[in-house]
């Protein structure tokens, strides 16, 4: 099993940045793809950033890309999701999800993840 903590969230400007972390504990997560998703408040959870087991593969949501950078240090067992320009169309629960199996064909895909965190919230003001 994997355990998932998310943190860093938090109410902050637009045009502001956050770093969000997300800690597992339980088994190195050395193996596993990682990803990011988001759910704001009335929609579906959605695909937000996905990092390969060894770091060299990124993918983002169109409307993320070039503002939000992920990354994972596997030998603190944590992946980051850095957030530059934050709009108030990014005001929304953030998780973090990891699977093992998942290929990177199916990064996008939340039903290839077996492991989610509980969220962390961020809202964005204008």
């Known amino acids: 099993q994997v355990q998932l903590v998310e943190s860093g969230g938090g109410l902050v400007q637009a045009g502001d940045s956050l770093r969000l972390s997300c800690a597992a504990s339980g088994r190195t997560i050395s193996g596993y793809t990682m990803a990011w998703f988001r759910q704001a408040p009335g929609k579906e959870r959605e695909f937000v950033s996905a990092?390969?087991?060894?770091?060299?593969?990124?993918d983002y949501a169109d409307s993320m890309r070039g503002r939000f950078t992920i990354s994972r240090d596997n030998a603190k067992n944590t992946i980051y999701l850095q957030m530059n320009s934050l709009a108030t169309g990014d005001t929304a629960v953030y998780y973090c999800a990891a699977s093992l199996r998942v290929p990177w064909s199916g990064r996008v895909f939340q039903s290839v993840y077996a492991y989610w965190g509980q969220g962390t919230q961020v809202t964005v003001s204008s």
């Open positions: 990092i390969a087991w060894s770091g060299g593969n990124t």
